[in-house]
């Protein structure tokens, strides 16, 4: 057995095609040891080292790749570079080989691996791909790898940057789902609305219905956590928490205009928390009387003071707020206890104030309802749910967890639970143990009890009657500090509230930058994207922190948020309604895609979440949420506007596709009418920039009517044959269903007598091909010509295509899309179209001095895009074709830039009967709805053409006959065999009246209509395998020389139009 054979030398290619019948199909193991230890002391021999060589075996003499042991010293990660993708390949790290071992063999192929399936960058900013299609499939024309770098330095640098990566991502603060989801809902949940009032709001609707607001908020908030939990674990979840789980599922209109609603109204979210918590303040300095200015002064003072130092914690790192967040935690579940201890130690000197304890009377006397002041059960609910609305608190820094698919859901769903189930007992509780009404007088009390008692009170020896009068300020229904009465320690409760104002807002000042963050990333709104910039090892977005802070702080100043709550409230409502309708979305499109690994949700139990969501947004403001609505459409419509470049593979283009395949589907099973005829046209542009008048005509009047198809054929030459691709053997392959082409839009060949004849008789062909398939032909001639692709610069990316070699594709089909009229140019997005040159700038051209002939060319290629000024379109309606030729003008008229123009109508008749014909032509124009302004009929047609132009013809016709006279019979048929196209005496003498026809129609044509805008006139024909392809073509360009730009068009002779309703 022969030893393998040795590496090359550090810097020289391998060989990837040996002279002695070595196969390609084995690679070599790579021996880095000797290297390495022949230049221990170089650093750029050793990085050279570092970098894999590839040759290939002989399997016969050669060493079996398995049988090499790896060598010791490889690095993990190593990287090779395919000249021909230019893309980074991954190397197995436990095998010396090129790519990955297969099955124990080593080969170019390699097996399923994560690194092939992220999104995410690898070192040198390239992304990780397996190898192509065409790289284990095609020959090999030339060496697919190459060392890339000729010295260590780069290589080196290529090592060092996954390796900084590495550790900065180490060193990154990450959270689990207790610290970075659970306790953070658990705080923003249980807000000031815990302490101060869940009692009022038993004392207004008792305990029955109180734990009835509680619950609807629950079912709202759970059903809305199983869908987050659903998004969350359908894929790897970034940083933006509600914004980036709406714009991956429904796309980034939904998500932008939500996205920036949410960061919004998490800023001000902040101002109202640091407000409830400045005012809980200015009333304890106001009880010891020291108040600095005025109740409104000071509680922006307090604000300030105490929005700067949130802003300091925030800033300070994520660890120091998670930290914060504990802390806080613990003093709010301190005060809970504290409460719930309290109200089992019965205080006699607390009774007077409504406190006895639980008693059985209390309870059954709260169990109902007892609405004052103009509450209702709706308008109670309205105050209690933005105490849930908390539950994103988790998922907006899905960016800083280090498993965001199991934390969100996890954490999100037991928050909502642990919360629940407080509220629900501190209802319970405080319903059970403290009547609705006291005076806090302990001189009113009963003697003995009175058997004629009504209430609870008068049954423990209390009589708070006159309470009914009002002016009482104890109990539930008048005391919102009646939880620290309760509790067994008052200032701990104090301690809690602030605890619950703070750690709302300071999930809140966290939440708002890092969505914002996320939204700027992704470029939606361009104005935003200099808050995108992170710093430090967190990516901590400090510019978005201090835009947060600037807002808080603004309405921190206004200390009066009574009117901006509703709406906030109404935004995170927003949030949860599109959250809950992604998930119904995405399980009704149906996507391949969409397999969230949690699996407890439902599509319809979602869609109930998100018209309950919408129903409660009304039920807490009415007019808050219309002008909700009114800021999302309005934004929603700016990005569909905008049309960001982004495509995130959103369920809204699933379900588009899921609705146009059943409804092309239905089509199939629905025959043809007439009157939904539409011009569904293949048209043959070579690449859609070549030829951009053909494009812009045919898009002016398929746009928003029909289907543009464009096609292009290539040909392609391989090593063993000549593979061509002739369109017209399938244009009946483009389309699907009842969205196939039926009509083929060709440009006429200006300079077809310069090339060869072979092409010309493809050309006929095409034409004679598409009349089998039943296709109408439209052929359109300008003067200077249509194709521009020649000249320099004009089109920097259709150049590229044509030299580049590995170009494959033959065929180009591109959709036009819905756009303005002033606009016409846009065939396609940008992302979905291959053509479509996508860069920072516009492309650089050298400025290049154009003939006048190119000058012109390029001018009359703009044409069409331009909105024509006022004229005709003249209509040259000779032969009945079932309609086309009338219909396409009709369509053009249709449209903005072809509205000042005029239909002028010349048909053929006989000079003795000029006047019915023209009546019996507007009539059937008026039945077809179709405006004109005036119709000739021409009587002279038959005349015969003047002697220069039939000159003329046969100067053109000369060098294509095949003068079958002058030589011997078989001669002749053996030339006309091998130039098909050649025109015979006799077919040029059988044809003699119609050729006079052609030359007498362009005589006419340039009498009437060489001022018109535009010529759409019948398609002369041609019988297949009687009139040759020369004589043909002789007959098109006599018809249409030297006129303003012509359409010949010639329908399939099936109707197209209809005056039946």
């Not at 990287?79 to 099955?103: K, L, N, P």
Request: charged residues 20%; contains cysteine; neutral net charge.
């Amino acid at each position: 057995m022969s030893a393998p054979p040795s590496s090359p030398p550090a810097g020289q290619r391998p060989a990837l095609r040996s002279t002695d019948g070595q196969s390609r199909f084995q690679v070599d193991v790579v021996a880095e040891g000797a290297a390495r230890a022949a230049g221990a002391g170089a650093g750029g021999e050793e990085a050279k080292g570092r970098f894999r060589v590839v040759n290939f075996l002989d399997p016969g003499g050669g060493a079996n790749p398995q049988d090499a042991a790896p060598d010791a010293g490889c690095q993990n990660g190593d990287t090779v570079r395919s000249e021909g993708s230019h893309q980074t390949h991954v190397s197995d790290t436990h095998s010396s080989t090129y790519y990955m071992r297969t099955f124990g063999h080593n080969t170019v192929d390699a097996v399923p691996n994560i690194d092939f399936y992220r999104h995410t960058e690898a070192a040198l900013a390239e992304k990780l791909v397996r190898p192509s299609l065409s790289e284990l499939h095609d020959e090999l024309d030339k060496e697919p790898f190459e060392d890339i770098f000729a010295n260590g330095e780069e290589s080196a640098a290529a090592e060092e940057l996954p390796s900084k990566k590495k550790s900065e991502s180490v060193s990154a603060v990450k959270f689990g789902w207790i610290k970075g989801v659970l306790i953070r809902c658990m705080l923003n949940i249980w807000g000031v609305m815990l302490f101060i009032r869940m009692s009022w709001i038993v004392g207004q609707a008792g305990i029955a219905l109180s734990c009835a607001i509680i619950l609807m908020a629950i079912v709202v908030t759970t059903i809305t956590g199983l869908s987050t939990s659903a998004i969350a674990t359908n894929g790897f979840v970034r940083g933006g928490g509600a914004y980036y789980l709406i714009s991956r599922s429904l796309g980034p209109e939904f998500g932008g205009s939500i996205g920036l609603i949410f960061a919004f109204a998490n800023a001000v979210a902040v101002a109202m928390y640091v407000v409830g918590f400045a005012e809980t303040v200015v009333e304890l300095l106001d009880s010891i009387d020291a108040v600095m200015t005025d109740e409104i002064n000071d509680i922006r003072i307090v604000g300030t003071l105490t929005v700067i130092l949130l802003l300091g914690i925030s800033v300070a790192g994520m660890e120091w707020e998670a930290k914060a967040q504990i802390i806080l935690l613990v003093i709010l579940v301190a005060a809970i206890f504290n409460y719930f201890i309290g109200s089992f130690i019965p205080v006699k000197s607390k009774e007077p104030m409504g406190f006895f304890g639980y008693r059985a009377a209390i309870m059954m006397e709260n169990i109902g309802p007892d609405f004052r002041d103009e509450e209702t059960f709706f308008s109670v609910f309205a105050i209690f749910f933005p105490a849930a609305t908390g539950i994103l608190a988790g998922a907006n820094i899905s960016g800083d967890l280090s498993d965001p698919q199991s934390a969100i859901p996890k954490g999100t769903l037991l928050a909502i639970l642990v919360t629940g189930v407080v509220y629900i007992a501190v209802a319970v509780s405080a319903g059970s143990c403290i009547v609705r009404d006291a005076t806090g007088d302990h001189n009113d009390t009963i003697p003995a009890p009175n058997v004629n008692c009504t209430d609870a009170a008068c049954t423990l020896g209390y009589d708070f009657s006159i309470c009914k009068e009002g002016g009482c300020k104890y109990g539930l229904q008048n005391d919102f500090q009646v939880m620290s009465l309760v509790s067994g320690f008052g200032p701990l409760i104090t301690a809690g509230i602030f605890s619950a104002t703070l750690s709302s807002a300071l999930a809140s000042l966290v939440s708002a930058p890092k969505v914002f963050q996320a939204l700027c990333k992704d470029n939606i709104y361009p104005g935003l994207v200099v808050f995108a910039k992170g710093y430090g090892k967190n990516n901590e977005p400090l510019r978005a922190y201090v835009l947060t802070f600037c807002i808080g702080l603004a309405f921190i100043l206004i200390a009066e948020l009574n009117i901006i709550a509703p709406i906030i409230s109404n935004f995170f409502l927003a949030s949860y309604a599109l959250i809950n309708f992604s998930v119904f979305h995405a399980s009704l499109a149906n996507s391949p895609g969409w397999r969230p690994s949690f699996k407890y949700y439902n599509k319809w139990v979602s869609l109930t979440g998100a018209v309950l969501c919408c129903v409660v947004m009304f039920i807490i403001n009415w007019w808050a949420a219309l002008l909700t609505n009114v800021i999302v459409l309005a934004l929603y419509i700016y990005v569909s506007y905008k049309k960001p470049d982004v495509n995130w593979g959103s369920s809204m283009q699933a379900l588009m596709y899921n609705q146009a395949l059943s409804h092309c589907l239905h089509l199939t099973g629905v025959e043809d009418h007439i009157k939904n005829f539409r011009p569904q046209c293949l048209v043959m542009t070579g690449y859609p920039n070549a030829r951009p008048a053909l494009l812009n005509l045919v898009h002016s009047f398929t746009k928003d009517v029909g289907l543009m198809v464009c096609g292009h054929v290539r040909t392609v030459r391989s090593r063993h044959a000549e593979r061509s691709a002739a369109l017209p053997a399938r244009p009946s392959a483009t389309g699907l269903g009842r969205l196939k082409t039926n009509t083929l839009v060709l440009g006429f060949k200006n300079a077809w007598r310069d090339g060869h004849m072979r092409d010309v008789e493809t050309y006929i062909n095409t034409i004679h091909d598409a009349f089998d398939l039943q296709y109408g032909v439209v052929l359109l001639r300008l003067r200077e010509g249509l194709d521009v692709s020649h000249i320099q610069g004009q089109d920097e990316l259709l150049l590229s295509q044509e030299r580049t070699p590995g170009l494959r594709e033959f065929v180009v089909a591109v959709s036009v899309g819905r756009d303005n009229d002033s606009d016409s140019s846009k065939v396609t997005s940008a992302q979905s179209s291959p053509l479509i040159h996508k860069g920072n700038g516009e492309p650089k051209t050298d400025s290049v001095q154009l003939s006048a002939g190119d000058q012109k060319l390029l001018e009359a290629s703009q044409q069409f895009r331009k909105k024509q000024c006022k004229g005709t379109i003249d209509v040259w309606w000779l032969f009945d074709d079932g309609g086309l030729t009338l219909l396409i003008p009709y369509l053009l008229t249709n449209k903005k830039k072809w509205k000042d123009c005029k239909i002028r109508v010349f048909i053929g008749g006989k000079i003795n009967r000029i006047d019915h014909d023209r009546r019996a032509m507007a009539a059937l124009l008026s039945k077809f709805r179709i405006d004109f302004s005036d119709i000739t009929v021409l009587g002279d047609i038959n005349v015969k053409p003047k002697k220069q132009r039939k000159e003329v013809f046969e100067k053109m016709v000369e060098p294509y006959r095949l003068r079958e006279d002058d030589m011997e019979q078989e001669a002749a048929e053996r030339l006309k065999a091998e130039e098909p196209w050649r025109i015979t005496d006799n077919e040029l003498e059988l044809y003699r009246a119609k050729t006079n026809r052609q030359i007498r129609l362009n005589e006419l044509l340039q009498e009437h209509s060489s001022t018109a805008n535009l010529i759409v006139m019948s398609m002369p024909l041609a019988r297949k395998g009687t009139v040759s392809s020369a004589l043909y073509m002789c007959w098109l360009d006599t018809l249409s020389k030297d006129l303003p730009p012509i359409l010949l068009v010639r329908g399939n002779h099936q109707s197209v139009l209809t005056f039946y309703s």
